[in-house]
């Protein structure tokens, strides 16, 4: 008996084996969940392939959040093999890399705040709505990705932690219109981990040991630790939580000096 048995699960943000996304995806393969994945370019098709069929399975269809058709042929596509779907995985945030780095009002530009705000928080919109169909009448859940950066101005973070709050605000609105459908809207706002996208960040090193140094559990958290809450948040064993976000820190937002 899995956590997550006869639910279905479309899983959007599989870059690598470091991904976020990837330890969600294998946290609900586990518990039972049947997989659907997107990938963002060609270059990552072969790759999100692979990781596809780790995990049973063959349902991989590009989605450049960028573009309206390419949401929109997700469920297109989704609905030639599913008659539903359960779960939305939304694991996706790009700034250009020149925005997190440095001053904030220095750096930011009217193009990198709007680009910021379109990939990593319109898109969960944008794909909580193209869902929504698919999704009636069968306890949906949908669930992001944040970091505290939303909710305290951190060093380099900058645009990105504009973004983040806009990604907040946006599941608590999306869980009002959402909640009469049956269909709840989570974030889980994980400490920092070494990602693809966050190899290439100056001083990600420094946020990663600070964190070691002063958090309540003394280390880093683990994709596997976010997918076992992503797992719970979008199992019916959350039935009444929506429009929350839950910290997977170890502690780290709570206490005021390390
Ligand atoms: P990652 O690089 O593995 O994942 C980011 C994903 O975003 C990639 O799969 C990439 O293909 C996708 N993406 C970017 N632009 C896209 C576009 N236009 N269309 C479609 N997909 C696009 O890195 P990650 O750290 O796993 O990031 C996943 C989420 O977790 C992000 O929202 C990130 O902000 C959040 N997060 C990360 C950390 C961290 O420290 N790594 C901490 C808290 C929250
Ligand atoms: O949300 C993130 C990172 C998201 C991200 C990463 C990149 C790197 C590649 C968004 N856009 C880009 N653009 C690129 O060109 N995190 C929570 C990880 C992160 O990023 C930081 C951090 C932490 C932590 C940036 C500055 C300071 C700390």
């Known amino acids: 008996m899995g956590l997550l048995d006869n639910k279905r699960a479309l899983i959007v943000g599989v870059a690598s084996n470091r991904s976020i996304a990837w330890g969600i995806a294998q946290a609900m393969h586990r518990e ?62 790009f700034a250009p890399k020149e925005q997190l780095d440095g001053d904030y009002l220095e750096n930011v530009t009217r193009d990198g705040f709007l680009t ?20 009636k009448g069968r306890n949906g859940s949908m ?6 950066g939303a909710v305290r101005a951190m060093p380099n973070y900058n645009v990105m932690g504009v973004a983040k709050a806009s990604l907040e605000a946006n599941v608590r609105y999306m869980a009002s219109s ?27 090193r420094d946020f990663l040991n600070h964190v070691e ?26 039935s009444a939580i929506t429009g929350e976000i839950t910290y997977v820190d170890n502690g780290f937002n709570s206490i005021g000096m390390g």
């Open 213 to 238: 140094k002063v958090s309540p559990m003394r280390r880093n958290v683990t994709i596997d630790e976010v997918g076992n809450v992503a797992a719970f948040m979008c199992s019916d064993y959350a």
């Open 143 to 148: 669930l992001t990705l944040s970091y505290i």
């Open 32 to 93: 039972g969940a049947e997989l659907a994945f997107t990938y963002q370019n060609d270059k990552l098709r072969g790759r999100v392939e692979k990781f596809a069929a780790e995990l049973d399975s063959e349902i991989v269809v590009p989605c450049d959040v960028a573009k309206d058709e390419e949401i929109q042929g997700v469920f297109d596509h989704l609905d030639d093999y599913w008659d539903g779907l359960d779960i939305l995985i939304h694991s996706v945030a």
């Open 178 to 204: 959402l909640g009469p459908e049956g269909i709840r809207v989570n974030a889980i706002s994980a400490g920092p981990i070494k990602t693809l996208a966050s190899s290439g960040i100056s001083g990600m």
């Open 116 to 135: 910021a705000h379109e990939i990593s928080s319109y898109s969960f919109a944008a794909l909580g709505d193209a869902s929504r169909e698919m999704m």
